[in-house]
């Protein structure tokens, strides 16, 4: 059909065509577009997500590695503090043995080097451990031992005191009728009357007549002996022995008003040398050395 045959219908008709190709191909730019904008919308969210993932991952770390190394420094700090702690404690328990615990110390071993070396015993006969502390479950409640003695024949917890003066050993509300003056000065110090107590008389700076209480009761050494025997699970009964020592005083200045046999009361080196010499190592055998070195060890682990 020539241009010239075409009716305004056919030019109409044309028209329609075109425009709708050029809507179609408007269309189909405009979705390709928009399917642009969303994917590129997709890819920023994305992108967007793995920062923030990425970001969260790293100050997560960043807090992970500081809290580890806070807690590296805490525990640091803490462990030197219970280092010094212990410094500590391990120099009060160094520190803390008075004149007569020393000299008692000093006696008990020359005593076992002269037996071991008499050939009388051997160095596993015989264990002296100074300054034990038998931990309770308060701080208040732990008891402190001068000296403990092991030895075949028996255990022994010894209660060392260094004096000078004249000493009344076992005085309780016994001996208030004859001798009243004693029921003055247990008031005056505070002391339990019910309780066998040990004082001395003594001169003082100023040439003035002194009496002072060594703080101590025959109840409370025959407790730590049952308690040492009680933590240890020991099978024989411990023997206490209060020992008062001092340089050229001997027995004649001690009188003793004690009713209580189950408590040793020994003055003197020498004394405290018979003591052992004679009704230590002549007796029954209770404990055999392998035995011996269980409970010294295991008194030293709580005293390390």
Known sequence: MSLSNLQPMHYIALGLAVALLLFIVLFIYALSSKKKAIRAKEEALNKERSEM??????????????????LAEQKDTYEAQLSTQNAQIDSLKLFSRDKGEYLTDLTLINLKDNLVAQERIRPEDMHVLANIYIPGKRVKSTDKLDHVILTRTGIYVIDSNYWTGHLYHGISEMQFDGEPIFETVFNILELDSKSEQTICLDKGEDGSAQFRSYKHSIE??????????????LPYPVTPIAYYNAEGVGSEHITNYSRDNSVKVIVGEKELEHFFEKFVFHGRFQYKVEELEEVRAAIEHLNP
């Not at 993932?53 to 806070?70: I, P, V």
């Not at 409370?220 to 699970?233: H, Q």
């Open 220 to 233: 409370e050494l025959k407790l730590k002996a049952e308690r040492l025997e009680k933590v240890f699970e």
């Open 53 to 70: 993932k990425s970001n969260y991952e790293e100050s997560s770390e960043k807090s992970r590695l500081t809290f580890k190394k806070e």
